[in-house]
């Protein structure tokens, strides 16, 4: 099942007890998981509900526990566990008893377990185990370009961006399946082009490349470290380099983003040294000041597509001040 599939399923109301979600590539992995969650726990108390485990550090009878608790003041309840990977699999007793949890789960569902797998041996028992009615979710980045192409505009048009076909090839050739960081790209582009304009395969150039000059991570760990006037500095930089206005705001869009989800706890599919600087930097700001400075990023955006009275320049400046104070 792909993750489209899964979603035209959920909405049309089935949820499955169990679900592997198998493959590498986070974004895929977190929506398929979110929209998992939102149809099992359809807005009921979490604090109940939830249980996520990491498969590595907990026992089978504690997994078995978990899933057959039944939910408080809701329908459903949900678990999620991330199993364990390279070796650890063959010492796993967890995964020995895994398949039979698996077929033990009720349909429909007052419990959904939902595992997540990097790498699964399809030809382990566990695995095997998701069959009907348990769903394997493919969890895979696009290999072929026609398909980058399309994730890609879908992507657009989520965002209410018209996107050039050739634009959509460029940025295939030039990123590649990485679907991350193609999502921050189109979020760039749609901070770059205006209100009922197409964005062009021109501008996949600027945005792509604008920043190579000096890395835009600069100024985000800058800003988000409070280093005021370094911040300002490399923002001098990064302008006189070309990059245009609305790719630095996409990306201090981004940083904060993270930032903010980094604040609540939410898990971000980042590598383990960028999430301890994200943690670091989040520590500076309270949960109202990053929604506050996301306030910030969009009256800029605003303000430089014409509806301000500063120079781009000075507008960008003085968020970059506003951000890191």
Known sequence: MTLAELVAELEQGRLRPGYLLAGPEPLLR???????????????????????????????????NAVDTLPVMASRRLVILTAPEGRLVKESELLDRL????????????????????KPDKRLRWVKAFRNP?????????????QVVD???????????????????ELAEQVGPQLLLLRQEIEKLSLMVGPGERAEREHVGWSTHAVSEQPIWDLTDAIGEGRIAEAVSTL???????????????????????????????????PPFVVKKLQRQAGRYSIGRLEACLGFIHRTDTAIK????????????????????
């Open 151 to 169: 994730f890609i505009q879908s992507e657009a048009d989520r965002l209410g961006l018209d996107l050039a076909p050739s634009a959509a090839r």
């Open 30 to 64: 977190d929506e398929a998981l979110a929209a998992i969650r939102a149809a099992a726990l359809e807005g009921g108390p979490e604090d109940f509900n939830l249980d996520r485990f990491d498969g590595s550090a907990i026992s089978a009878q504690t997994l078995e």
């Open 236 to 270: 001098g930089r990064i302008v006189e380099h070309g990059a245009p206005s609305p790719v630095v705001l996409a990306s201090l869009a981004t940083h904060f983003r993270l930032l903010l989800r980094t604040a609540e706890g939410v898990r971000v599919p980042r």
């Open 134 to 146: 348990a769903v394997v979710v493919e969890c895979e980045a696009p290999k072929q370009t026609r």
């Open 306 to 325: 014409g509806a301000g009275s500063l120079a781009p320049e000075l507008a960008l400046e003085r968020l970059v001040i506003a951000l890191a104070s």
């Open 99 to 118: 398949g039979e949890v698996v077929q033990g789960l009720r349909d429909p569902p007052d419990t959904v377990l939902v595992v997540i797998a990097l």
